[in-house]
């Protein structure tokens, strides 16, 4: 009988936006969120009682090492989809193999530099749904990759 993986590893995580994948992801932000909650306490209750509100998506950042040498750097694909301004599939793959999907439009820049560090560039996606999820394979779940 195989045990179950008691973690997964953030290695492999692979980010596809526009269905050009990133080459160098350091970082990525949170996929999903959760709602408002809404005060909805009479002075009859004995304890506070709230009401899910509006869920907070706004955007999804990811950060990637800045790399600007040629026209599938990155940088410069990131750029051309912000200056276009459309809505993009947005496409996060785990090891194991669950999908994240959704959909938004694309900004991104150089987010400084320090002495003896790598310069960095933030992606930020501006959420037009929520995320879907797409379980993985039975096979790959058993077999924790």
Do not use: H
């Not at 692979?14 to 080459?23: D, G, H, R």
């Not at 600007?68 to 496409?91: P, Q, W």
């Not at 900004?107 to 996606?125: F, M, N, P, Q, R």
């Amino acid at each position: 009988m195989d045990k179950k993986p008691q973690g997964l590893m953030s290695i492999g995580i692979e980010v596809s936006i526009n269905k050009s994948v990133l080459n160098y992801v350091t970082e990525i932000g949170d996929l999903g969120g959760k709602p408002s909650q809404q005060d909805a306490t009479c002075l009859k209750d004995a304890i506070k009682v709230n009401v899910d509100g509006v869920k907070d998506l706004s955007e999804w950042e990811v950060t990637y090492l800045y790399e600007n040498t040629d026209a599938t750097s990155d940088f410069r694909v990131l750029k051309a989809l912000e200056k276009a301004g459309n809505s993009v599939d947005i496409v996060v793959t785990m090891p194991d193999g669950t999908k994240f999907t959704t959909t938004g439009t694309v900004s991104t820049y150089v987010t400084g530099a320090k002495v003896d560090g790598l310069i960095e560039a933030k992606a930020s996606v501006s959420l037009k749904k929520d995320w879907d999820v797409t379980d993985p394979p039975a096979s790959s779940q058993s077999t924790g990759k």
